[in-house]
């Protein structure tokens, strides 16, 4: 008997296909589900690449067994899309991680896995899928879970792999920290540039009045954030490279819907649920959902 889980990928995307090369680099291959059948997933990383072998199945009527544990890397924009996948693969003894941005990944998941244990994870690293469908990791890999007991197959899962796993007693501030980098990552959606755009002087002091704003809600959704956090996510921002894109960039430039709602929405609808005026998110968010679904 293995003494490590069964697992399955759902999402073999960007993230998707991090995680199955980290796993596959160390004999725990996953079971590949994903929308599009490919034969093989390629990660290239700075030393080089990894060849995950497939299949990628595409059909979840193929599923004869359910899995102790599966990373769920679709979009959030896809959870609906993928409810049979979901339905196919979990069951009450499963364990769900959730390898999605935002602090809402249990509400969006949990009625969709048969009673499984659905884990929200932050993920940290960018990778991104270039044209020939390999996928380019651009930092070590790394992931936050929450210290809960569930986490523990997904630290043994990832033991010893290129992916680092830290587990938090405060998850929700870290979750919020990584949304409000998310969130102000949007506006290179409505500037239609990537990281560079920053150092102009006039987006700092939008990015900066704009965090400033989006930290009052999460304060009010019991993060645990310093003042300086606004500060510390611009200047992550002017040290990145000037081509550094975001996911909601990258769909945003290929016409694919965005994770406005649960990247910028977030902070609009908790802050009318707090009481807390978003004069910046009302002018953001309706953009981000208007270039997401239109009409026009
Ligand atoms: N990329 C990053 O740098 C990054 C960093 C941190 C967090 N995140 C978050 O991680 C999550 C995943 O993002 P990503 O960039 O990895 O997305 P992605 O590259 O678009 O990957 C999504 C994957 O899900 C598959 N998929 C879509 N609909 C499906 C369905 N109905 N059934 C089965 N599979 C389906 C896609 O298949 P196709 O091949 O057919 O499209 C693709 O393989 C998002 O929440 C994102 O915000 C991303």
Redesign the pocket.
């Known amino acids: 008997m293995s003494d490590f889980p069964t697992i399955a990928l759902?999402?073999?995307?960007?993230?998707?296909?991090t995680i199955a090369a980290a796993l596959h680099e160390v004999g725990r291959a996953p079971v590949l589900?994903?929308?599009?059948a490919?034969p093989q997933l390629i990660l290239r990383h700075d030393e080089g690449e990894i060849v995950v072998p497939g299949p990628v199945l595409?059909d979840p009527a193929a599923l004869s067994q359910r899995f102790d544990l599966v990373f769920v890397?679709?979009?959030?924009t896809?959870v609906a899309?993928?409810a049979s996948?979901l339905a196919a693969l979990c069951d009450e003894n499963t364990v769900v991680c959730a390898?999605?941005?935002?602090v809402e990944q249990k509400s969006q998941l949990e009625p969709r896995v048969n009673g499984a244990s659905v884990l929200p994870s932050v993920?940290?690293?960018?990778?991104?899928?270039e044209p020939d469908?390999s996928?380019w990791l651009?930092a070590k890999p790394r992931l936050t879970l929450p210290d809960e007991p569930q986490a523990k197959r997904v630290v043994e899962a990832l033991s010893n792999t290129r992916c680092a796993v830290e587990l938090s007693a405060d998850f929700t501030s870290i979750a919020w920290r990584k949304l409000l980098q998310?969130a102000v990552a949007g506006l290179m959606v409505l500037a239609n540039r990537r990281a560079g755009m920053f150092s102009r002087g006039d987006i700092t002091a939008l990015a900066l009045a704009y965090l400033g704003e989006c930290l009052t809600v999460a304060r009010a959704e019991g993060a645990v954030l310093s003042d300086n956090v606004a500060q510390d996510i611009v200047d992550g921002f002017h040290r990145a490279p000037a081509d550094l894109g975001?996911?909601?960039l990258?769909?945003r430039q290929a016409n694919?819907p965005l994770?406005w709602d649960?990247?910028n929405g977030v902070v609009q609808r908790y802050g009318r649920t707090h009481g807390i005026p978003t004069p910046i998110s009302d002018v953001v968010v309706p953009l981000l959902a208007a270039g997401s679904e239109g009409p026009g």
């Open positions: 759902l999402g073999p995307g960007a993230i998707g296909t589900c994903g929308r599009t490919h595409s890397a679709v979009k959030t896809q899309d993928s996948w390898l999605q941005n935002g993920v940290w690293f960018p990778a991104q899928r469908a996928v651009r998310n975001t996911s909601i990258a769909d694919r994770e649960i990247r």
